[in-house]
Structure formats: C-alpha cells, structure tokens
C-alpha cells in the first residue's frame, strides 16, 4: 500500500508539477494565479495549525502524523505483519477522522455558515453599542449573586446558535436588566435551577438544560454548574459565566477552557474583547491570574 502511495505521489508530481512549471515558461502571466493561490494555501493552514493549537485536535493529529511516520517505517523495514495490521486500519482512516474531529468539524460548519461582513463594515454599530451596555448589565448582575453566594449559570450566545439548548427551557424573552437575572436565580424559585440563555441583546430563557462535560474533563471539586458550563463551550463558541453556590466565586468557560475565580476586570475585559471580534483567549487570563497570585505572595514575604 505504501508503495502505491509513493508511485501515485511520483505520478501526480509528474502530470501536475512538471507539467505546471513548463507553462509558466511558455505563459509568465500564470505567475499570478498560482502566487494567489500559493497564499491562500499558506494562509489557510497557518490558521488551521494556529486554531488546532488551541484544541484536542492539535495532540491527535500528532499521533495520526506519528501512525503515518511507523506505517513507513514497517514497510520499509519489510516488518510484514506489523505493515499488515497499520495499512488494514488505514483504509478505515477517513471515517475514523470524521468520527473523532465530529466536534470540531460541526463548529468549523458553523462559524463559516455566521455573516460577519456587516460586523466588518460596522454596519452593527448600533448592536454592539446595545451589547456592550448589556455586558456591564450582567455584570453587574454577577457582582450581585457573588455577594449574596446566589448559585447562577449565564450562557452568552456567539456566532453559533443555540436554539435546541433555548427550547429546553422556559421562554422569556425579555431585554437585559440586572434585576431580571438576580430574581432568576433566586434559590427555590421555579427559574432559578437551569442557565439563562441570552441571545441577540435579548434575555431568551431561563432554567435551560446545558450539555454536561465528561468526567475527566473536570475536577471532580467542581460540581454540576461547572460541568454544564464546560460542556456548553466545547459543543458552541458561547461564553458561559458561573457564579458558585459555595463559594459565591466567579469562573468563565470559553471554547472547552475553564477559569476558576476571574476578578470582575478579566470577566469584563474578555466579554468587550468577543464582542468586538476579538480574541481575548482564557490562557491570557490564567496568565494574569498567575502573574497578579506570585505578586501577591512576594509580597507577603517581603
């Protein structure tokens, strides 16, 4: 299988490749097209290496570049039976990708199905205004329950819709207010058990089901508000805020990461950031958190 590999590599470098660089000689103009198209390949894979840093894909497809690296190596070596059982499980290899990235790969379909040419041209101007008074609502609200160690969960919806998650909950449909969220979560009320969902500036509903994190994924510490929260930030791009029942300490799940106890000034810095297309990403957080701790311990010391 290796060897018909290497033969379709040769045979495709040479009706291709060859072929390609004999026109420019005959067409110089061909340049352009290809230099186009040279730099969108380039372009591409330097923000899909980039975005697969940041996720679980980045470690398998080292182990897929790793099976690739030994599969060789068996053939060459002339280690047949271990050649056999590598090649065999290579041609279930597609469905096997498609099985294991399925996560990934259904938001990538849907972060590309997102409109953002009107953000670009600051045609929403007026909604991010409205987003960003609604941003210091919530967190004021936040502040809130913290003091009061009220239990909540405070999903933000992004680019990829959450409508199953919504229609599992109570329906609200009501603008953003601080008083709205803290009266949600109030303990033994109907609302207060489940996530607020808010989606376009508007509170859409209340006591909504999230999806829950696996068990390795989480300490087993934490408990089921921080689990949702997780899981919620692997299967969407939504930014979910928890305020703990236990502790009245603030964390922050975003894209299947989670920061435990965020001071008010990251919270607000990271959901500003997001509105307006940036990526104020969680490791730049844990980094400050880090940073402002060993300040804080030198100097107690001193």
């Given at each position: 299988m290796i060897e018909n590999f290497m033969v379709n590599i040769n045979?495709?470098?040479?009706?291709?490749?060859?072929?390609?660089i004999h026109e420019f000689y005959q067409y110089p103009?061909?340049?352009?097209?290809?230099i186009i198209d040279i730099a969108i390949v380039v372009f591409l894979l330097y923000k899909f290496i980039k975005a697969s840093k940041k996720t679980r894909v980045w470690q398998l497809l080292k182990g897929i570049a790793l099976y690739i690296v030994i599969t060789a190596l068996s053939s060459i070596l002339h280690l047949r039976i271990l050649n056999f059982i590598l090649t065999s499980f290579l041609s279930?290899?597609?469905?096997?990708?498609?099985?294991?990235?399925?996560?990934?790969?259904?938001?990538?379909?849907?972060?590309?199905?997102?409109n953002k040419l009107t953000r670009f041209f600051g045609l929403e101007k007026d909604l991010e205004t409205k987003s960003k008074e609604d941003i210091y609502k919530i967190l004021i609200a936040?502040?809130?329950?913290?003091?009061?160690?009220?239990?909540?969960?405070?999903?933000?919806?992004r680019d990829i819709k959450v409508q199953?998650?919504?229609?599992?909950?109570?329906t609200i449909n009501s603008d953003v207010t601080p008083q709205l969220l803290v009266n949600i979560f109030v303990p033994n009320t109907p609302l207060h058990d489940g996530a607020v969902i808010i989606s376009?500036?508007?509170?859409?509903?209340?006591?909504?089901?999230?999806?829950?994190?696996?068990?390795?994924?989480?300490?087993?510490?934490?408990?089921?508000?921080?689990?949702?929260?997780?899981?919620?930030?692997?299967?969407?791009?939504?930014?979910?805020?928890?305020?703990?029942?236990?502790?009245?300490?603030?964390?922050?799940?975003?894209?299947?990461?989670l920061i435990i106890d965020i001071d008010e000034d990251n919270l607000r810095?990271?959901?500003?950031?997001?509105?307006?297309g940036q990526d104020y990403g969680l490791d730049k957080i844990k980094k400050k958190i880090n940073s402002k701790q060993a300040e804080i311990k030198k100097q107690k010391v001193d």
């Open positions: 045979t495709y470098f040479q009706k291709n490749v060859v072929d390609y103009i061909k340049l352009v097209p290809l279930y290899g597609v469905i096997a990708l498609i099985v294991i990235f399925q996560p990934e790969l259904r938001r990538a379909l849907e972060q590309l199905g997102t936040v502040n809130e329950l913290a003091k009061t160690k009220t239990g909540a969960l405070i999903v933000l919806e199953d998650i919504i229609d599992t909950g109570i376009g500036n508007r509170v859409k509903a209340a006591a909504c089901i999230l999806p829950l994190a696996s068990d390795n994924d989480i300490s087993k510490a934490l408990g089921t508000r921080h689990r949702a929260a997780l899981g919620m930030s692997k299967e969407t791009d939504s930014i979910v805020i928890i305020v703990s029942e236990e502790s009245g300490k603030v964390s922050v799940a975003k894209d299947g990461k810095q990271l959901l500003l950031d997001n509105i307006n």
